[in-house]
């Protein structure tokens, strides 16, 4: 590592080497209130700068337009970056605020050659299967994954969101580069069973939301009175009423570490997660979301810190302590199928 830049990990068993932390786009365009298109622009570019190659985005975001959004940028760089979207979440035309899992065959296909045009690539870098449709056969999903490598539309495949038992059964069809999970202070199911798998398998975990979707830097504490009303934030069962009373009483043990490193909580949380990797034994790569400069800067910046044993049985217990779940329904969830 050089000026600052982050250091590499695998993407898969034998893949290519991207930056140890990646950058997850969604909130650009989607979800997390107001946007600011500029600013995230000069986000993009920041990130690439400091050694951020792995960029997530997914057709649901915003109805495709995150993919539009990002295109420009990853035509400027295409040979420097990593790009990585989803299918899964199909929106019907008449509730654009509905989703639907859509594993089939037919809906694969059609999502592919849509994101295909909306990014205006020649090929999608990492294609990732949003959610699980437990009516399909995974095998019968990621086979047609698999001929979407066989005619060079993508490269490498992703999961999200799998239960150990899935990861293997997919794995055996193609080879399966990256899981991407929830996977922070406050969500820990993963490591019971799926990180077992994705070691065993030469996986690379990329955990999504690795700063609580915010709240572990300590930004909001009370969706419904701190955030916008068309934040998404509101509607998750941690972050509102006493449930968010209780988990902001967690961060404690978080500040005391980062007072130590004279670092910010949110820092603390993603090196948490960075060390993950030495902690299991696998290449992970979180994704954290911003669309500031700034905060690409003191994210990356987490990946120098290295908690002391001590510090990481401080923050142990968080996990435990969390009141309420991830989302409102877990059956889509690999925590809710596990």
């Known amino acids: 590592m050089t000026n600052g830049t982050i250091g590499t990990a695998a993407l898969g068993d034998g893949g290519p080497q991207v930056g140890v932390q990646g950058l997850g786009c ?9 946007v600011d298109a500029d600013a995230s622009r000069a986000t993009l570019e920041r990130a690439l700068e400091l050694g951020v190659t ?4 997914a057709d649901a975001y915003g109805a495709g337009d995150n993919e539009r959004f990002l295109s420009p940028f990853f035509k400027a760089h295409r040979d420097e970056v990593v790009i990585a979207t989803k299918f899964a979440l199909a929106i019907p035309p008449d509730e654009p605020t509905r989703r639907i899992i859509r594993n089939d065959p037919p809906y694969i296909r059609q999502a592919v050659e849509a994101s295909l045009q909306r990014l205006d690539v020649d090929v999608i870098d990492l294609y990732y299967m949003h959610r699980r449709d437990v009516n399909v056969p995974i095998e019968e999903t990621v086979g047609v994954m698999a001929e979407l490598v066989r005619e060079g539309k993508v490269k490498q495949l992703g999961l999200s969101e799998v239960t150990a038992g899935e990861l293997r059964a997919a794995h055996a069809v193609h080879p399966i580069a990256a899981v991407q999970s929830e996977w922070s202070l406050f969500s820990r199911d993963i490591e019971a069973k ?19 979707r915010g709240f572990l830097t300590g930004s909001f504490v009370d969706a419904e009175q701190d955030l916008t009303a068309d934040d998404f934030r509101r509607q998750q069962p941690r972050f509102t009423g006493d449930n968010a009373a209780a988990n902001a009483a967690l961060l404690e043990p978080i500040r005391t570490v980062a007072e130590a490193h004279e670092a910010t909580l ?25 669309r500031k400069p ?4 003191e994210n990356t910046a987490a990946t120098r810190i290295t908690l002391t ?15 309420g779940t991830r989302y409102a329904d877990m059956t889509f969830t ?5």
Do not use: C
């Not at 792995?54 to 985005?57: A, K, S």
């Not at 997660?273 to 911003?290: C, E, F, K, S, Y």
């Not at 700034?294 to 800067?297: G, K, L, N, T, W």
């Open 309 to 323: 044993e001590d510090q990481l049985a401080q923050l142990n217990p968080i996990a435990a302590k969390v009141a």
């Open 294 to 297: 700034a905060r690409v800067e």
């Open 26 to 34: 969604m909130g650009m365009s989607f979800a997390y209130g107001p």
């Open 334 to 338: 690999s925590a809710g199928r596990e």
């Open 194 to 212: 799926v990180v077992p798998a994705a070691r065993e398998l030469g996986v690379t975990l990329v955990p999504y939301s690795p700063l609580g």
């Open 54 to 57: 792995l960029y997530d985005t």
């Open 266 to 290: 949110g820092q603390i949380a993603l090196a948490w997660v960075q060390q993950r990797a030495t902690v299991h034994g696998l290449p992970v790569v979180p994704i954290p979301g911003t």
